[in-house]
């Protein structure tokens, strides 16, 4: 049982004015960790330590930051164990897979940043005017569940790179990982004040974090539905928000394409981190003439997944995150066969040699009308839908036909064929013949699926403002 009683704040664990809250892991149901609510003072306190440290972590050197940021990197390789441990306890994905999903690619990430900070150090010159590059202040970084150290990263390594100080405030259930960057940036010697931790409630700390004058920019990864409210909360003091929101992502399979792999490719995708993941292409757009061939594909690939016990290594999927979001999950299941969706594996039952704990099997419904809410809405969990088409015009029309654009994905016959269709979709990444995530070119949203960009050189610039210096 991991207990954290103190906050990280202005370079101290401090206690908070507020209680402990409870983690359950979601395996067992039994408690596994702890961590303070923090209280509004807290956040007014952690906001103070952030503005008072920024004139001068604002001033380091380019090389410094670099520096910190590889040491940073560094002690996440000492602590690997624990934030394999914090991850897989906390939000229920099996170890084995934890490692590389979840951890290897996140000290990757945040190196990634530290030879960014040289682009602050930069100068264009513009026929003799110079546009400089600076960090933009203050910034609130609050994060969910799903790939919590992973998003952590990724606002944290161009918020140090680009000279910004920070308060961060992970999701409730999910705050562990967060304790031990804590940990390790308090061992670097990260100057007081450029990171502070407030652990806490969303909804209650969101006004201040969001709000209060002090902070200049916003980075929140969460549903659409809190995003919303933290863009009303920045509004009034004329913040930066970054969002970075929810999905329901459409893979287009053409009929001249290699149908087992691209098949095997879209259930992995989907299933994957136990279908936690904002870009996971939930809607399979399948031509009508292979439609049954494809259909029995899917079922056979879903079916093989090994659901079960996040500690043994032969496990695929995990326990959905939490017993609200099981219940979130199986809701929907149940609206898509109200909706007259055809269930073609899975469901409600509990997967087979597990008697608790917040389990979903791979759930696939075919015969899906895109106006269906299981089409429409964000589902977040293991359940794909499958929706056929006439034609590949018919195809991009189905795909675009969201509120949301946070990623697409085609495989075709062969690539170029494949580019051509990712340039129709209105979706911020298009994953072609079933490539995978990385972290060295932007990811984020169109529409409802948010405003800004993490990683890449994109990524970076949402932490900087540009001043021209009008020269004689
Ligand atoms: P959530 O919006 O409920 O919570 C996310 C975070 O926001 C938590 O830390 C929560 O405490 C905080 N929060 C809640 N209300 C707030 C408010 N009013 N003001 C400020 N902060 C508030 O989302 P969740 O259920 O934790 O996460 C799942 C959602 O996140 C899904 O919609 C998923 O698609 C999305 N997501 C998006 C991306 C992306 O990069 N686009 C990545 C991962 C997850």
């Known amino acids: 049982m991991k207990i954290f009683d103190k906050l990280y704040i202005n370079g101290q664990w401090q206690a908070s004015t507020g209680s402990q809250h409870a983690i359950n892991n979601p395996a067992t149901e039994q408690p596994c960790a702890s961590s303070p609510l923090g209280t509004e003072n807290d956040v007014v306190a952690a906001i103070s330590a952030a503005r008072a440290a920024f004139p001068a972590w604002s001033q380091t050197s380019a090389q410094q930051r670099c520096d910190y940021i590889n040491a940073i990197a560094d002690g996440m390789k000492e602590r690997f164990n624990d934030l394999v441990d914090a991850v897989s306890i906390t939000m229920g994905c099996p170890k084995n897979m934890t490692v590389d999903l979840h951890i290897n690619s996140s000290i990757d990430g945040l190196r990634s940043f530290a030879e960014r900070a040289f682009m602050m150090e930069k100068i264009d010159d513009h026929g003799g005017f110079k546009v400089l590059k600076e960090a933009i202040g203050v910034c609130t970084l609050i994060n969910p569940w799903n790939y919590p150290l992973s998003q952590l990263v990724g606002k944290l390594g161009p918020a140090l790179a680009s000279g910004c100080t920070v308060v961060i405030k992970p999701a409730e259930q999910t705050p562990v990982q967060d ?6 940036v308090d061992k670097v010697g990260l100057p007081a004040g450029v990171f502070n931790l407030v652990s806490g409630s969303g ?13 200049d920019m916003v980075s929140f990864t969460g549903s659409t539905a809190a995003g919303i409210k933290v863009s009303e909360a920045a509004a009034p003091t004329i913040k930066r928000v970054c969002l970075e929101l929810g999905g329901k992502s459409a893979y287009i399979i053409t009929d001249d394409a290699d149908l087992e792999t691209a098949v095997n490719w879209g259930i992995e995708d989907i299933m994957i981190n136990t279908g936690q993941t904002c870009n996971a292409h939930t809607r399979m757009l399948v031509p009508q003439s ?40 199986l809701d929907y299941i149940n609206k898509g066969l109200e909706e007259g969706a055809r269930l073609v594996t899975g469901g409600t039952d509990m997967p087979t040699g597990v008697d608790c704990g917040a389990y979903v099997k791979p759930t696939i419904f075919a015969d899906v009308n895109n106006q269906m809410a299981i089409a429409r809405e964000e589902i977040f969990g293991p359940v794909l839908c499958m929706i056929p088409y006439r034609d590949i015009d018919h195809a991009v029309e189905i795909a675009n036909d969201s509120v949301f654009g946070l990623s697409s994905a085609v495989y075709a016959k062969d690539s170029d064929s494949a580019m051509a269709i990712a340039r129709r979709m209105r979706a911020g990444q298009c994953f072609i013949q079933g490539s995978f995530f990385s972290t060295d070119v932007p990811f984020g949203g169109y529409k409802q699926s948010g405003n800004g960009r993490e990683w890449g050189d994109e990524g970076m610039s949402e932490y900087i403002e540009v001043k021209s210096i009008i020269c004689p």
Not at 179 to 184: G, R, V
Not at 203 to 215: M, Q, S
């Open 290 to 329: 292979r439609y049954d061939e494809i259909v029995s594909l899917a079922k056979a690939a879903a079916e093989a997944i090994v659901v079960g016990d996040p500690l043994d290594e032969n496990s695929f999927m995990g326990p959905m995150a939490s017993a609200s979001q099981k219940g979130i999950v």
């Open 203 to 215: 909804r209650k700390l969101g006004a201040t974090l969001c709000g209060h004058p002090e902070v």
């Open 179 to 184: 304790f031990i960057m804590a940990e390790i």
